[in-house]
């Protein structure tokens, strides 16, 4: 009964990262030229744990994850040009452009949030996972947040929860390695954030967050445990964003040399090199797949600009239901 | 299922007479029978009927699974009940004491009221948050705020107050059946009041309550000064001067109109607030009707907490900083210039 049991469409995944990293550098650009405004957080780097744990998930799954979930966003299925108009503020996007890049939301395809407050993201999840276990309703619920989230209160309240109630919750730890501007050992007293998972009483895994072969092994294991029954999991996806923590952040902070030693073992490159010794991907066919993907980014987010903005009419309804 | 109508309201089919408490617990009976989404969950409610018996009976009758008791973490389960709400459940959570509605801040403050904004639409967040507040308990500084206007400034929100038995029944079963996160205020010095409920019937949104008539002096209040308003109306009756009571009950939507009505036959108010009045109900209510440009015969006057003093724990003085009946009964005479 897990999610395993269909063989899984590495083809697909190798599409779907491309697709993320090229939005995401195409939301860079948007910003150097004014197009989308405010601020923005990038996940370059991230791809194969949007993808990995996403890909884990069964119809009727549910995830939430955070500011920087435009990976997730994706991987669920969002079509780039509803993402790139909710990053525009324009009415065609998924939260009729009064969201925002931190609020690509979709609840037709199992994301029920997300958030920009830290660590606000793991209650919903349990509470979702709760409600399945109530009705008996063999779905499981997802949650992304980052490793800055694993030192507020919310993380360790819902793990709590979580184990204590033996909710359908798989908790995916991402930890790019910085908590904002502040590298993890400079806020966190460990390295390996998964340990935490024994104060609670359920299994704590590290996973190659750079090998979305791994991540979805791993997800797909602690998902088919949460929907058996077996209660909740930690997740720590070790990886690396390769921007800074927000728009306005160069990230000068990062010790030469280390950027570089993770972009050499960038997640698409892992596992396009393993695809083509696969046979299953030529690496002629990844780059007419990068082409296509750029070609169709780039007009997505046009038809995305040529959008009309939300009224102010239309943006009160949506402050109370009826 | 939707918000109500007149009909429903006055679909009761027989009053009993309930305690507060009890009243809670009928509605909450009347509501987890009604519908199998709603769930009860908060610190010890399922324990011996919660720590204020607002709960008797309904562990029993509804089973642990829909009566739940959570860990000491409001913020979480704040937080897990919006969960619930996303994905079809009507969580009902109590907060032990109002108190400690600010421990669960983000989840009051940033996911509750913004969820269906941020998305566009695209939940509802049938959320109800029953807190129990109040003082006259000698429970001191950290368990006696009502706390019924620290959430006011939230588009998103609604914010009630349930100040007899009755109103306790009707507003409970209109919270949980609206689709929006509400909180309820319920005041612990009540709980043990006896007085009519009408068994079926379900308030209405938004609507304050004229609870006596009078044409010289509008007395607004909620919760415990509801009763003390009524007692200083009975003694400033009894020297010719009839004040209007208004329960105002909700403070989001604040029922400006029925406030306004009453004060343009008085043009006299009295605010009765067991809080600080700055930043309060009482003086947005206030600020709403001068904007207006109501014609005061006397500038309205606040009977409320000291500005600059917590509530103490020593049992004089708690009861010197409350209004009371005296002093509401003393600002309405100064307000008819008497």
């Known amino acids: 009964m ?20 090229i939005f995401e550098e195409k939301v860079q650009e948007l910003f150097m030229t004014g197009q989308i405004q405010g601020t923005t957080h990038l996940c370059q780097g991230q791809e194969a744990v949007s993808v990995g744990a996403i890909s884990a998930m069964r119809p009727g799954d549910v995830q939430t ?8 966003a994706l991987a669920l299925g969002m079509d780039p040009e509803v993402a790139f108009a909710e990053l525009m503020g324009r009415v065609t996007g998924c939260s009729k452009g009064l969201g925002g890049s931190m609020h690509l939301i979709d609840v037709s395809k199992g994301n029920i949030g997300a958030n920009a407050i830290v660590g606000a993201g793991l209650p919903i999840a349990v509470g979702a996972a709760v409600a399945f276990q109530i009705r008996r309703e063999p779905r499981v619920a997802l949650t992304f947040f980052g490793d800055g989230a694993a030192n507020i209160g919310t993380f360790h309240e819902a793990l709590n929860m979580a184990a204590v109630w033996r909710a359908p919750v798989v908790f995916i730890l991402v930890n790019n390695q910085y908590g904002e501007y502040s590298p993890v050992r400079a806020t966190t007293p460990i390295d390996d954030l998964a340990r935490r998972a024994e104060s609670y ?27 058996a029954g077996d209660g909740p999991t930690l997740l720590e996806m070790k990886t690396y964003r390769y921007r800074g923590h927000s728009r306005s952040d160069p990230a000068r902070y990062r010790p030469p040399g280390e950027l570089e030693a993770w972009k050499a073992r960038d997640p698409i490159d892992i596992l396009g090199r393993r695809l083509a010794d696969e046979g299953l991907l030529s690496p002629e066919a990844q780059d007419r797949i990068r082409a296509e993907t750029q070609a169709a980014i780039d007009a997505a987010a046009a038809r995305a600009a040529a959008a009309p903005y939300p009224t102010l009419d239309e943006a009160a309804r949506y402050v109370y239901a009826d | 299922m939707s918000t109500l109508t007149e009909a429903d309201v006055t679909s009761a089919t027989a009053v009993a007479e309930l305690t507060y408490r ?20 908060g610190e010890d409610v399922a324990t011996e009927g919660g720590v204020f018996k607002t709960n008797v009976g309904l562990v029993e009758k509804y089973g642990p699974e829909r009566v739940r008791n959570t860990p000491i973490c409001e913020n979480t389960f704040v937080g897990v009940a919006l969960g619930m709400s996303l ?12 108190d400690f509605l600010p421990t669960a801040g983000d989840a009051i403050v940033n996911q509750l009221p913004k969820y269906r904004f941020m998305s566009g639409g695209q939940f509802a967040v049938p959320v109800t948050i029953r807190s129990i507040g109040g003082a006259t308990g000698r429970f001191g500084t950290q368990h006696s705020a009502t706390g019924e206007s620290w959430f006011m400034h939230l588009p998103g929100l609604r ?13 409970l079963r209109a919270a949980i059946r609206d689709n929006n996160p509400v909180i309820l205020y319920e005041h612990k010095g009540l709980y043990g009041r006896k007085g009519p409920v009408r068994r079926g019937a379900i308030g209405a949104i938004g609507r304050a309550a004229v609870v006596r008539p009078g044409r010289d002096v509008t007395i607004v209040a909620t919760l415990l000064m ?17 004040a209007e009571v208004i329960d105002l009950r909700w403070i989001r939507p604040l029922d400006v109109e029925t406030v306004r009505r009453s004060v343009e036959r008085t043009g006299r108010l009295v605010v009765a607030e067991e809080q600080v009045h700055a930043g309060g109900w009482g003086a947005t209510l206030i600020s709403e009707l001068t904007m207006d440009g109501l014609a005061w015969r006397h500038p309205p006057l606040a009977v409320s907490l000291p500005p600059d003093l917590p509530i103490p724990y020593s049992p004089p003085l708690e009861d010197a900083v409350l209004p009371s009946a005296a002093t509401i009964g003393a600002a309405a005479r100064t307000a008819c210039g008497r």
């Open chain 1, 2 to 21: 897990a999610t395993g049991s269909v063989a899984p469409d590495r083809v697909g995944w190798f599409r779907k990262m491309v697709e993320i990293r």
């Open chain 1, 65 to 72: 994850n955070t500011y920087r979930g435009h990976g997730e």
């Open chain 1, 201 to 227: 009483a359920m299994p704590g895994r590290i996973v190659d967050g750079q090998d979305v072969d791994a991540v979805h092994a791993a997800t797909a294991e602690a998902v088919a445990r949460a929907r």
């Open chain 2, 22 to 41: 009890e009243a809670i617990a009928a509605a909450l009976d009347d509501e987890m029978a009604a519908d199998p989404a709603v769930v009860l969950l």
């Open chain 2, 87 to 98: 994905v079809g459940l009507r969580p009902v959570v109590e907060i032990m004491f109002s």
């Open chain 2, 159 to 171: 914010i009630v107050t349930a100040a007899t038995p009755g109103a306790a029944y009707e507003l």
């Open chain 2, 226 to 242: 509801v009763e003390r308003s009524l007692q200083a109306a009975d003694a400033l009756a009894a020297e010719g001067i009839e």
